[in-house]
Nanobody, 121 residues
Framework: QVQLVESGGGLVQAGGSLRLSCAAS????????MGWFRQAAGKEREFVAA????????YYADSVKGRFTISRDNAKSTMYLQMNILKPDDTAVYYC??????????????WGQGTQVTVSS
């Protein structure tokens, strides 16, 4: 399976911005539709955004549409999530994973450590 390392999280005030990165190694990164997911304390992991293998199609959860932008650089085996106009409700640990639809691939087990995003009001 592909191995993934998330980075770029931090503490930011509401209205601010962060850019997350997801660095992949192992299996060929460009083979995968990739997605971002997040898990807030005490809640289930939820879908945030996804991007097709060549970046031609992107889709977003309604809660982040218009504020977040997903992109990827297959030459660098890296995916990004530009997060603007952050809200306290965006506070969560953010993870990346190979994706089918709006769910992690069923056979994916190699979750990274995630990156913490904290938005203060």
């Amino acid at each position: 399976q592909v191995q993934l390392v998330e980075s770029g999280g931090g503490l930011v005030q509401a209205g601010g911005s962060l850019r997350l990165s997801c660095a992949a190694s192992g299996r060929t990164f460009s083979n995968y539709v990739m997605g971002w997911f997040r898990q807030a304390a005490g809640k289930e992991r939820e879908f945030v955004a996804a991007i097709t293998w060549n970046g031609g199609t992107t889709y977003y959860a309604d809660s982040v549409k218009g504020r977040f932008t997903i992109s990827r650089d297959n030459a660098k085996s890296t995916m990004y999530l530009q997060m603007n106009i952050l809200k306290p409700d965006d506070t969560a640990v953010y993870y990346c994973a190979p994706t089918t639809g709006r769910r992690p691939n069923a056979d994916f087990r190699s979750w990274g450590q995630g990156t913490q995003v904290t938005v203060s009001s």
